[in-house]
């Protein structure tokens, strides 16, 4: 688990300069790796992580939600201002407001709805079909469960908008999403294609009807703009 979270932060940090908009309170100094330009904007950097699994278990309790012990390993492992990534908007993590991100994806109703049907909300999709959950409703060893996607255009009640497992965990997710990061060169469906082989258990199993139409749909926008 630890190599898989720190080969995704490697890539991710590695395609820098990462620049982020300037914002006083969400912009503490040791995380400015430039100046702010004439436009408002400055570079920045990660730093190590301070928070405790108790910080998770607070969130955990008041939204009455079970994280995965790998995606609590991944979020405190640093603070960072943008997760990157393709595919998958994961939360970040800013110093003076390091869980933020990760309440805003549980504090409203439609996540309301799906936490009582034990569906986790933990981030959204990069073309607002709605959040990625955390499938709870089967018990797995340290909450290592599988990951759906969650149509808002549904209400939480109805489990129509659910799709199949599109990652057998967040490990698995990871993997896929630092290949992308590796890869970015290449296009996107290209990339997508190879979460069928990274994650056989998940994308290429229960997921893979999901990914193949959205490797079309990119090859279709692709060629459109071409």
């Not at 998958?88 to 009582?116: G, K, M, R």
């Not at 997508?192 to 997921?207: M, N, S």
């Amino acid at each position: 688990m630890n190599n898989i979270i720190n080969k995704y932060f490697n890539a991710y940090f590695l395609t820098g300069p990462h620049w982020v908009g300037y914002i006083s309170q969400f912009s503490p100094p040791s995380m400015m790796d430039s100046a702010i330009d004439h436009e408002g904007y400055y570079k920045w950097k990660p730093i190590k992580g301070t928070l405790t699994y108790a910080d998770y278990q607070k969130v955990e309790q008041k939204f009455d939600v079970k994280f995965p012990k790998s995606f609590i390993e991944w979020h405190k492992r640093y603070f960072f201002l943008n997760a990157g990534g393709y595919v998958v908007s994961l939360p970040n993590s800013y110093p003076t407001q390091p869980l933020q991100a990760i309440i805003d994806n549980l504090d409203n109703d439609l996540s309301e709805e799906l936490i009582a049907r034990k569906l986790y909300p933990f981030a959204t999709d990069d073309n607002d079909i709605g959040f990625f959950v955390f499938d709870g409703r089967e018990e797995r060893e340290e909450n290592e469960f599988p990951i759906r996607l969650y149509d808002h255009e549904y209400g939480g009640d109805d489990l129509d908008g659910l799709s199949e497992i599109l990652f057998s965990s967040f490990t698995k997710l990871l993997e896929c999403l630092t290949y992308t990061i590796e890869n970015s060169k290449a296009p996107l469906h290209e990339n997508i294609a190879e979460f069928i082989r990274i994650d056989p258990q998940g994308a290429g199993r229960d997921g893979i009807d999901f990914w193949l139409h959205r490797i079309a749909f990119e090859k279709e926008n692709l060629d459109y703009d071409e």
